[in-house]
């Protein structure tokens, strides 16, 4: 169990995600496995040296207010349907890198091994740093199968959930989350994205835990909000499709990951994990999971 600690005791109960479950990520044990060879060429690269070749600036993103589920189709004249969302911009080797921190009384991160096997008592929290600009979802299942989003999270309403490549993001924001009983493995799910028509559904089912929080159940408390200790609980059943439907789609064999133990570069974190979509064609979204172990 994790304990939030934002502007007022926060408790989240997370379980883990099943035997279906994706294997984890930290560990070189994937879909799809990188080499360490420094010397490959980009044809074989792996996770780390595709996410740094394809690091890009600063660009813009199409807003989620004009994206929809389903795509418009095309008309029967064969000319396509009128529509007024901008098109989204699928990017070769999209990825993300990711680190756990431990967090100390100072509320300073320390990058530990993503197979660090935390204590009660530990503060915990997840730096996030993307090679294009896209959008982050950072979501955790509970027991009671109903999912809570820590990015964007309604208890820090600050929070923005863009990403734009060489900005860190830490998650939750200024803030950790506190290990607690019993112990065991929590999972939490990553989401990074430039097309809003990949994770409309997501973003909806998020978008009305926040606008009609549902009564936790007697056995998984649920967060309250800091200031009117409403319930906030997603919609777990369209949630839950919208994350299966994207780890199909967005998280299967084209997925490389590798974990760096030690920096190989100057300004690099060890322990940090690289997640990164190695097909040879443009992919618009990229989803993996993040395992924290904890006794």
């Not at 299942?141 to 999270?153: D, E, I, K, N, V």
């Amino acid at each position: 169990m994790i304990r939030h600690c934002a502007a007022s005791t926060v408790v989240l109960l997370l379980a883990a995600w099943g035997a279906a479950a994706q294997s984890n990520p930290s560990t070189d044990s994937t879909a799809r496995k990188s080499k360490d060879d420094s010397t490959a060429k980009p044809a074989t690269a792996g996770a780390r040296e595709l996410f740094y070749l394809a690091v890009a600036q600063k660009d813009k993103l199409p807003p989620i207010s004009k994206a929809s589920m389903p795509a418009p189709r095309k008309a029967a004249t064969g000319t396509a349907a009128a529509d007024s969302t901008p098109a989204a911009a699928p990017a070769m080797h999209l990825g993300i890198r990711y680190n756990l921190l431990l967090v100390d009384e100072k509320n300073q991160g320390v990058p530990v091994d993503p197979d660090h096997v935390f204590r009660k008592g530990d503060r915990v929290a997840i730096e996030i740093e993307a090679n294009r600009s896209g959008y982050l979802y950072v979501l955790a299942r509970q027991s009671s199968g109903s999912w809570q989003a820590l990015l964007p999270s309604p208890e820090m309403a600050e929070e923005s959930n863009v990403i734009d490549p060489g900005r860190k993001i830490r998650v939750p924001e200024g803030y950790y989350f506190e290990i607690q009983d019993p112990p065991g493995s929590e999972h939490l799910v990553l989401v990074f994205s430039r097309d809003p028509q990949d994770f409309y559904e997501l973003y909806q089912g998020i978008k009305k835990q926040n606008a009609a929080p549902a009564p936790p159940p007697a056995s998984a408390p649920a967060p309250l909000h800091p200031e009117t200790g409403a319930v906030q609980m997603a919609d777990a059943s369209r949630v839950n499709s919208a994350l299966a439907r994207m780890q199909q789609q967005f998280g299967g064999r084209d997925i490389a990951i590798r974990k760096v133990s030690q920096p190989l570069s100057a300004g690099e974190p060890g322990g940090s994990v690289y997640v990164v979509n190695s097909s040879d064609k443009p992919a618009s979204s990229v989803v993996t999971e993040i395992e924290v172990k904890h006794r």
